[in-house]
């Protein structure tokens, strides 16, 4: 019996599905959103009916039967830290993605999207390496103050999905690697993937490694805290500075860095440099997970849409290749885990 499946990527700019059969991909589509049109949403979770009408209706223009599915996948969100794997998408972790347990993404979509689309068919539902796995070393975990450790929240499902790409393409079992993965989107994160765990990463949500299209990363923490304490913004206006409106939205007024590229191209001397800013950045993110793993990688991989971007990969390549070769899978890697194949035949009473 062969497998259906849609698979829902939900992004901070972006909603990305594919469509497959077994190992088959169908078809894909990435829809993106601008600024102004998530902006005009109070809350992640306010977007859930924006995001499943545009997957509904693009399902419904490709003429595919919904009700062929055998499985609904969504990407993982904020749940409480977990080691990488496929989780059901129960009433618990529903509530826990809809109050946001651990914070508010587009990730968080993932499974509710997914739920209710499945829900509607009578199939089961599912989440695959959310983005708080978790497999961090202790040690990774001090950040300098005790109250305040590092934490594991980065692109999980795509950095894990490329590594074992790159692992089955070479002929060796991802277990047996040592990878530094960068994913460039929206957020921004750089793993060092060890024997088949991430034991360190650059938390890409909102404080941690390079900027990114709308994310500050990193910021002199002095100056923070005296902005916080300054009385000119709330503590909603200054998150939204670190996630959201940080980055090259900040900078630049835009979180596409397609838009960006153009900027720069037209000799727009801001934007020449702030792209190079965050080419310094990722750079400097990827020096560090060398360091993490003693020097000793067998390659770079960069994925995620801004690899798409030639000019972007070259000036990388330019200040990092004397590290490890790079391999680059632009976009997103749509991963569905072999377990999730062997429950859903099971509840579907194939062999």
């Not at 009916?49 to 009700?67: A, P, V, Y």
């Not at 957020?187 to 360190?200: F, L, N, P, T």
């Amino acid at each position: 019996m062969s497998l259906k499946s849609l698979i829902i990527n939900p992004g901070s700019t972006s909603t990305k599905i594919g469509v497959f059969e077994d190992e088959t991909l169908l078809f894909e589509e990435t829809l993106r959103h601008s600024t102004e049109e998530i902006g005009q949403y109070a809350s992640i979770v306010d977007q859930k009916d924006f995001r499943k009408k545009i997957i509904t209706d693009l399902l419904e223009s490709k003429q595919f039967d919904i009700h062929s599915l055998n499985v609904v996948v969504g990407r993982g969100g904020m749940l409480k830290p977990i080691p990488g794997g496929t989780y059901a998408v129960t009433d618990e972790l529903l509530n826990d993605l809809k109050v946001g347990v651990q914070g508010q993404h587009a990730s968080n979509l993932g499974g509710i999207l997914a739920r209710e689309i499945a829900d509607s068919i009578g199939v089961p539902s599912y989440i695959v390496d959310p983005v708080v796995v978790d497999e961090l070393m202790p040690i990774a975990r001090y950040s300098g103050v005790p109250e305040l450790p590092r934490t594991s929240v980065f692109h999980a499902l795509n950095q894990k999905a490329v590594a074992k790409r790159y692992a089955k393409e070479i002929g060796k079992p991802y277990e047996s690697l040592r990878l530094i993965v960068v994913h460039m989107g929206g957020g921004v994160s750089v793993g060092a993937h060890e024997y088949g765990k991430v034991v360190d990463v650059f938390n890409a949500l909102d404080g941690d490694g390079a900027f990114s299209p709308e994310r500050a990363g990193a910021v002199p923490s002095g100056a923070l805290i005296k902005m916080c304490f300054s009385g000119k913004y709330t503590e909603k206006e200054v998150y939204g500075k670190i996630v959201g409106k940080g980055g090259f939205n900040a900078y630049l007024g835009t979180n596409d860095m397609r838009e960006v590229t153009k900027m720069a191209d037209a000799g727009d001397k801001k934007a020449i440099e702030a792209k190079q800013a965050f080419i310094l950045q990722v750079c400097k993110d990827i020096g560090s997970m060398a360091c993490v793993l003693n020097g000793k990688i067998d390659q770079i991989i960069v994925t995620g849409g801004i690899a798409y971007g030639a000019d972007v990969i070259a000036a990388m390549k330019e200040r990092a290749e004397w590290i490890a070769p790079f391999t680059v899978y632009p976009g997103e890697v749509y991963e569905v885990d072999l377990r999730l194949k062997w429950r859903v035949a099971a509840e579907c009473g194939a062999d």
